[in-house]
């Protein structure tokens, strides 16, 4: 027993503690009198599929550059496998980076640019031609080899600069809207090729972009930002399901957003007022939200319902204004009584009973309205 | 194009061929003036000279121009200091080469500034004589004249090329010298020929520089015509200067063989 007890005692937390491929502590990036990333902290655990999503001028670009070491914060640490890389250049760094407009050297073939980064190693050149030739043939390019980028589809191009890429075998691949750049026919094979690439290769992927539906297909971890600063990170339920921040409820798309005061703070539920009526809802852990206070809170269109029962404890009138059929889904869009849009979506299977230009009586349950953190914007 | 360029070319090359010893139209057409020429070792070691001249001012202004080129698109962050700057290099290029050229005279002299400051400095004692009136004042004020042509082109090049090639080229792994090397030099190539197409054509013709900063004490191909000219020999005028643009076009030749000029620009 003795002996069994030291050993019990320390070593096991140390194997079982998920290695971080990236930290984030606190980063900031300023240009002159604009702050582009202002205290932004995430950590990326081996393996995982991280989406940095974002308006424009969210500093999630930023974000990637300052990871790539292609910019350097003014504050905060960057640990890369574990090893502070804030000061490192990025040709230090064990990353690889995947350009919006893919950047292929216009003077290199497809061969020489693809073997690159293994020359940049110094590795033998018998060993980068066979590797080259293996990786081409893996992305299905082998017969691009002897081209140059001027002569390439889009797609062609996307192929080879992200097997330059990921030659070297990096521990993070940083790619930068990389299929903003593609026709939109392609995007979802691609995206299904690269989520399937990751996963078999376990290279962590942290991948910047303004369109959700990629964020949220591809994520293990998405991160919202705005105004350069994290709104929310969280995996795509939780932040379909429970947006933290009035901001992500109007991002994301699918949820109904209201702005109001909190009239009675009870025990069990909240009463918060708004220039539509008056609504129920759960208190948000650990946050006290007391009488008066403006608060913000959001409901999805898909837990609206016109078949109202006992439970549906939040009501609200409202015209119908369209009706969009999407086969799966039918949304109907109302216009609330503030001269907001109210949206209401339907299984698509069920028949359709609303037409545009009828008032219907509303519903949801107060457990599927979600109070929201931080002043409302 | 065909009036003001082939016809007097082809008069030149047509005067240059006149044998006899009458300077008419009528004049036997024969190889003899070049026959003469050939046969003069002075004349070759002119040839010689004015080559390698041409090749040292090439080295000298192809290196300095890159610099300054680099230094200027690279370098300059703010667009106001680098316009500055770029005006600075070239409103000189706004005056006539004869004039550029005798400005020098007052730097290069014994008394002129160079000396002043070299002894002021006490980096040398009594003035350098060999700066006015020598090869090496000749080389020194068409360095100067010339270094804007060579970088001209290649501040075009630099432009062109997209901050993220050198970036990408970075992230996978490439030093800043390697990324020189690998990327950004091979890009900016044909401006730097172009640049050096300019500088030898330039200096191949340049006559006034040599005159006048040299003293008429050195010559090169360009001021052997001129002599010729003002000695009423045409025909051995017309031969060298026959012979100078042949140099020119083999001059061009090369450069074009080494990169593709009118694919400049198209390439991204």
């Known amino acids: 027993m003795d002996t069994l007890a030291p050993a019990l005692a320390h070593p096991p937390q140390l194997t079982a503690r998920p290695q971080l491929d990236l930290e984030l502590r606190s980063i900031r990036k300023r240009f002159g009198d604009f702050t582009a990333i202002d205290g932004v902290s995430l950590k990326v655990e081996k393996g995982q599929f991280v989406c940095l999503l974002g308006p424009s001028g969210c500093g999630k670009t930023t974000t990637l550059r300052c990871i790539a070491g292609l910019e350097e914060p003014d504050d905060g640490d960057i640990l890369i496998g574990g090893k502070e890389a804030t000061k490192e250049p990025p040709w230090e760094r064990d990353i690889a980076m995947m350009f919006q407009d893919f950047a292929l050297f216009p003077h290199m073939t497809v061969a020489k640019q693809v073997g690159f980064g293994l020359e940049m190693l110094k590795k033998p050149k018998a060993e980068i031609k066979s590797r080259v030739a293996q990786v081409l043939a893996s992305f299905e390019i082998a017969q691009l080899a002897d081209r140059k980028p001027g002569s390439l589809s889009g797609g062609q191009r996307q192929r080879v600069a992200l097997a330059r890429a990921m030659i070297t075998e990096p521990r993070l691949l940083l790619l930068d809207e990389p299929i903003g750049a593609l026709d939109y026919s392609l995007r979802e094979t691609v995206m299904l090729e690269l989520k399937s690439l990751q996963q078999r290769t376990g290279i962590s992927f942290i991948w910047v972009t303004h369109d959700q539906n990629e964020a949220f297909s591809l994520g293990d971890l998405v991160v919202v930002m705005n105004h350069a600063r994290i709104e929310q990170q969280g995996s795509p339920e939780e932040i379909l399901r429970r947006p933290a921040t009035a901001f992500v409820a109007s991002f994301v798309q699918g949820n109904n957003l209201f702005r109001g005061r909190v009239a009675e703070a009870s025990e069990g539920l909240l009463k918060v007022e708004t220039a539509v009526g008056t609504f129920l809802m759960p208190h948000l852990a650990g946050v006290v939200a007391p009488s008066g206070s403006a608060v913000s809170f959001s409901v999805r269109a898909e837990q609206i319902t016109d078949t109202l029962g006992y439970r549906h404890l939040n009501r609200l009138s409202a015209r119908c204004t369209a009706v969009e059929y999407f086969g799966s889904v039918r949304r109907h869009v109302f216009e609330r009584a503030d001269g907001e849009v109210l949206k209401y979506d339907q299984f698509g299977a069920h028949s359709a009973r609303i037409v545009p230009g009828q008032i219907v009586e509303l519903g949801w349950q107060a457990e599927d309205t979600v109070l929201h953190s931080g002043k409302p914007a | ?268």
């Open chain 2, 1 to 268: 194009m065909l009036g003001v360029v082939v016809v007097p070319i082809v008069l030149l090359a047509w005067v240059s061929l006149w044998g006899g010893r009458a300077f008419s139209t009528a004049s036997p057409l024969t190889f003899d003036n070049y026959a003469r020429f050939f046969a003069n070792q002075t004349y070759l070691k002119l040839a010689g000279s004015t080559i390698l001249h041409t090749a040292i001012l090439m080295v000298v202004t192809g290196v300095l121009g890159y610099c300054i080129a680099y230094f200027l698109t690279m370098k300059v962050r703010s667009p106001g200091w680098r316009l500055a700057l770029f005006l600075a290099f070239i409103v000189p290029f706004w005056t006539s080469t004869l004039i550029r050229a005798i400005a020098w005279v007052p730097f290069l002299g014994v008394n002129g500034v160079i000396n002043q400051a070299l002894m002021s400095i006490g980096a040398t004692r009594s003035p350098i004589e060999a700066f006015l009136y020598s090869v090496t004042g000749i080389t020194m004020a068409q360095v100067s004249l010339y270094t804007m042509m060579a970088a001209g082109p290649v501040v075009y090049m630099l432009n062109s090329i997209a901050p993220q090639l050198r970036e990408a080229a970075m992230t996978l792994k490439a030093t800043p010298f390697t990324v020189f090397r690998r990327v950004t030099l091979p890009l900016t190539l044909p401006g730097v020929v172009i640049g050096q197409v300019l500088v030898f054509l330039n200096v191949m013709a340049d006559f006034a520089t040599v005159a006048t900063i040299g003293g008429n004490k050195h010559a090169l191909l360009s001021n052997l015509v001129l002599l010729f000219y003002e000695s009423s020999q045409i025909r051995a005028a017309s031969v060298v200067a026959v012979l100078l643009m042949i140099c020119m076009l083999v001059g061009v030749v090369i450069a074009l063989r080494v990169v593709d000029i009118r694919r400049l620009g198209v390439e991204r």
